[in-house]
T-cell receptor, first 118, second 111 residues
Framework: GAVVSQHPSWVICKSGTSVKIECRSL??????MFWYRQFPKQSLMLMAT?????????EQGVEKDKFLINHASLTLSTLTVTSAHPEDSSFYIC??????????????FGAGSRLTVL | GIQVEQSPPDLILQEGANSTLRCNFS?????LQWFHQNPWGQLINLFY???GTKQNGRLSATTVATERYSLLYISSSQTTDSGVYFC?????????????FGQGTILTVHP
């Protein structure tokens, strides 16, 4: 089946640095990808929608200048956490529609990226 | 926005037991998916089931859209079934792909 690949799976960085997370669709094209965040022992919350060829749309309360999203091609979306601080430490997960004929609403998720900011 | 409630929040089973997880949602949906999040955080698609019944091995799911709930059945549970089970929906009329997740059910299966 369709696979969404996410890299890196975990990253530790110093406060004030920027971190880039990549999300790739393997063997299929994704004009739209979605970025979620999950804090420990909590559910997933949608952060933003990444659109190939246009600006990302952010959910209410998500700082677009802190979480930069670039959908560079039909198979790659990147999330850059800029000037990271300890409160940005979280599990970041991307997803893409993979429903094919079953419907574009079927989402498949990457393995996630665990960010720890010291 | 749409509300998604899952029950029970925690479930502890002995290997071999059966269980039922429930997901209630507050509005009509055009997508409902069940996921299993393993200990490493990977979300695994179990079912895409906005309505009806599906079965896959020891797992089955039923969604009664008119009554706004879905059930996930796990039969003959195994220790590898442990993890968090999430129900997620897309409300009717919402932009596609915007899944709203429930709080999850933490399942622990003991040998």
């Amino acid at each position: 089946g369709a696979v969404v690949s996410q890299h890196p799976s975990w990253v530790i960085c110093k406060s004030g640095t920027s971190v880039k997370i990549e999300c790739r669709s393997l063997d299929f094209q994704a004009t739209t990808m979605f970025w979620y965040r999950q804090f420990p022992k909590q559910s997933l919350m949608l952060m933003a929608t990444s659109n190939e060829g246009s600006k990302a749309t952010y959910e209410q309360g998500v700082e677009k200048d802190k979480f930069l999203i670039n959908h560079a091609s039909l198979t790659l979306s990147t999330l850059t956490v800029t000037s990271a601080h300890p409160e940005d430490s979280s599990f970041y997960i991307c997803s893409a529609p993979t429903g094919g004929r079953a419907g574009a609403n079927v989402l498949t998720f990457g393995a996630g990226s665990r960010l720890t900011v010291l | 926005g749409i509300q998604v409630e899952q029950s029970p929040p925690d479930l502890i089973l002995q290997e071999g037991a059966n269980s039922t997880l429930r997901c209630n949602f507050s509005d009509s949906v055009n997508n409902l998916q069940w996921f299993h999040q393993n200990p490493w955080g990977q979300l695994i698609n179990l079912f895409y089931i906005p309505s009806g019944t599906k079965q896959n091995g020891r797992l089955s799911a039923t969604t009664v859209a008119t009554e706004r709930y879905s059930l996930l059945y796990i039969s003959s549970s195994q220790t590898t079934d442990s993890g968090v089970y999430f129900c997620a929906v897309i409300a009717g009329g919402t932009s596609y792909g915007k899944l709203t997740f429930g709080q999850g059910t933490i399942l622990t299966v003991h040998p």
